[in-house]
């Protein structure tokens, strides 16, 4: 890789150490940016990465250590101070303004005293299309989905011409493609000199991008490398000081087509609007059944239809049968009691209550079903339901009652699972099961995802990303503008083969 590796880095943290109530999250950690490189900072969640990147970004200031940028001690109070600086972050929660424009969110912090709408939409459409994001510039935030909201912020950041830009799991809503398109964008930055720090989870993408990662554990420094040094074994057993399972994304054994048993859930010419349009699909009891495809292409639209968090055309909307019977639901809850279940692809804006504790929220799914609703809450009864689930995902936390927001994400989606798990589903859609979930709890989930199959539930998987729709589905479905363009068979598919079928 062409970066400046004989440059002296223009950011440094010095024994960096950040401490919350007496606790410290980081502790005497050393890190520093040079211009033209990219630097990936990987760990567990937990480990410190976000807070780190926080700090350099002036959102948060150090309890101690020094921050020196070109040399000189700085302390940033606001952000506002490290983007005058030259250092920009873009957000794994997008910190965009939901009631403002595409355009508007682009030229925030830039406002000029007299603003031509037309000539911002046009300015923030070049930008736009110069990165290949398709987003219209005039829209509203608030009506753009996870991916599009993180290309206005990578948009923003590129637009503010930062010396360094600090990418927080950029690419953990993109669709392959995207990433790719992305990937060509980091590499331009890096060539204009730009420093660039990128946090991710998925390791390949940190060794594939990265000139040299930084692994943090516990809050603590543990190496700084040079990513060609470094395999993804090497990183795993650096991130959670054990070996861990090196095949978390490897194929398991599925069962072929001839072993389906019961068809439990059919959907036939399923229609809402321009997303999904006359989509078709089938789902069997004791499998579990992948649906990949771009962005956009109606896979999640399809499922909360069928779990009724939206609703399909009323006329001419499609049919979905439930063991042969017609349902059409209003509302989530008629779909809860019927044994289906939506597990959300954004769990800290949809899948749990963060001032509650763990029992809490698993309690609530219990709640939420005729058969566990009641006037009057038994606190026995509840560490009884919420204990039984605790146990059986594993979830690690420091105790039931510890509240959600001080779990590691992958605990986090833990608890969001068994919250629907407590209901006692038979038709169970998981969207994006591993987005931002630490190496370690990959496998675990996976293995959750497999049992239900085998206790005989059917199951459905909604992934972006490849790797772990063919480690864990016995069939996969391609979505495409809406409908199901293709079906694989576990045995047959392959990632091209999927990309081949979700693009063309």
Known sequence: MSTRQDA?????????????????????????????????????NGAGKSTLCKAIAGAIELSGGRYLVDGRPVRFARPGEALKAGISMVYQETSLVPTMTVAQNIELGHEKLITRFRSLNIKAQQ?????????????????????????????RAAHHKARAIIFDEPTASLTPEEKLNFFQLIRDLRGQGLGIIFISHALEE???????????????????????????????RHMVGREVEKTHYARGVHHAAGTRREKVLSVEN????????????????????????????????????????????????????????????????????????????????????????????????????????????????????AGRFIERLQVRAASARAKIVELSGGNQQKVVVAKSLVQEPEVIFFDEPTRGVDVGAIPEIHQAIRRLAAEGKTVCVISSYLPEVLAVADRILVARQGRIAEEFSAQDATEDKIMFAAIH
Do not use: C, W
């Open 206 to 236: 940190a060794l594939e991008l990265a000139d040299r990662v930084t692994v943090l554990r516990d809050g603590r420094h543990v190496v700084t490398a040079a990513a060609a040094e470094l395999t993804r074994e090497q990183l795993v």
């Open 8 to 44: 002296a880095p223009f950011l440094r943290i010095e024994q960096g150490t950040k401490a919350y109530a007496g606790v410290n999250v980081l502790q005497d950690v050393d890190f520093d940016l040079r211009a033209g490189e990219v630097h990936a900072l990987v760990g567990e």
């Open 127 to 155: 930008l736009l299309q110069s990165l290949r994001f398709h987003v219209d510039p005039a829209v509203l935030v608030s009506a753009l989905g996870t991916a599009q909201r993180q290309m206005v912020e990578i948009a």
């Open 270 to 385: 399923l229609t809402m609007g321009n997303t999904v349009k006359n989509m078709s699909f089938t789902l069997y009891a004791g499998e579990v059944v992948g649906i990949a495809g771009l962005i956009g292409s109606g896979r999640t639209e399809a499922a909360k239809i069928v779990a009724g968090a939206l609703k399909r055309n009323l006329i001419r909307g499609g049919s979905v049968f439930l063991r042969g019977r017609a349902v059409r639901y209003r509302v989530p809850k008629q779909a809860i009691n019927d044994g289906i279940a939506y597990i959300t692809e954004d769990r800290k804006l949809n899948g749990f209550f963060e001032t509650m504790t763990v029992e809490e929220n698993i309690y609530l799914g219990h709640l939420a079903t005729r058969r566990g609703f009641r006037f009057l809450v038994s606190a026995r009864d509840r560490r009884g339901v």
